[in-house]
């Protein structure tokens, strides 16, 4: 139901916060009711969804390197190169799609997108308490039409090199799986990436709430792994937009409280 102008001037009583961050990583199962489960066939690349690492990325990645050699290896130096190959590689691959000439927009690469730094909030009741879990993305991946987009993996990038932060990744992962379940969304699962631009983490939290992993490591030549993994997940959340529905979905912020905002 929607709320009246007098209703939505009222101040809503605020719920506790507890941040990801304080999340510790052996409480993140028991609180989310997630598992680690097999890999199984979670990171199989076919020969078909191998693809070569395109050349201006080499350059790029090259031209960073050069340009930065010797400086410290922060956060921001890491963005610039995590930058760098998420968006080559959605790029890539709405390029194919453009190629192929496909001709619905609601089930192409065209609906799905990147946004950067989305504020993440979840009420979650825990004992007697209903805690708001807070935290910040550093990276989303959405699909689907204006008005009805949903993200569907999450990034996280560290704060320095050697930290990747599998486990924040997986509380924010959980956090939407928990919407998508509350939504009564047929596919649940959700992607994430947990990354310092060297090694990278990839985590799959599927319907049934088991997660598996697999790193890639850009330097010791797996680059062509890592490019085609995130393409794989590109594809899913571009399977995942379909044909409109007849009628209109309820959000997963409707259904589950769901917050994504971006930083002001």
């Not at 929607?2 to 719920?15: M, Y």
């Not at 960073?64 to 963005?79: D, L, V």
């Not at 008005?147 to 320095?160: D, I, S």
Request: glycine share 6%.
């Amino acid at each position: 139901m929607a709320k009246t102008e007098s209703q939505k001037q009222k101040k809503e009583p605020s719920l506790p916060v507890l941040a990801v961050t304080n999340i510790k990583p052996e409480n993140v199962g028991r609180i989310f009711g997630i598992s680690a489960g097999a890999t199984g066939s979670d990171w199989t690349l076919s020969a078909e969804e191998r693809l070569p690492i395109p050349s201006h990325l080499r350059d790029v990645l090259r031209d960073y390197h050069n340009a930065t050699g010797g400086s410290p290896e922060n956060e921001a130096h890491m963005c610039t190169c995590i930058d760098a190959v998420l968006l080559t590689t959605l790029a890539m691959a709405k390029r194919a799609q453009h190629a192929a000439r496909y001709s619905d927009s609601a089930t192409s690469a065209e609906s799905v997108h990147f946004q950067f730094e989305k504020d993440m909030k979840l009420p979650w009741v825990r004992g007697n308490t209903t805690y708001l879990i807070s935290g910040q993305t550093d990276y989303s991946l959405w699909n689907g039409n204006p008005g009805t987009m949903e993200a569907n993996m999450l990034v996280c990038e560290a704060k320095q090199r050697g930290q990747l932060g599998k486990y924040q990744a997986l509380v924010y992962m959980s956090m939407l799986h928990h919407a998508r379940k509350a939504a009564r969304r047929d596919d649940t699962s959700v992607f994430g990436i947990a990354t310092d631009s060297y090694d990278w983490e990839f985590l799959h939290l599927n319907n049934d709430s088991k997660y598996s992993a697999c790193t890639y490591h850009w330097e010791n030549g797996q680059g062509i792994e890592i490019i085609s993994t995130i393409s794989k997940i590109i594809k899913h959340a571009t399977d995942l937009s379909g044909d409109p529905p007849l009628s209109r979905k309820r959000t997963l912020e409707e259904m589950s409280g769901l917050e994504f905002t971006s930083l002001t």
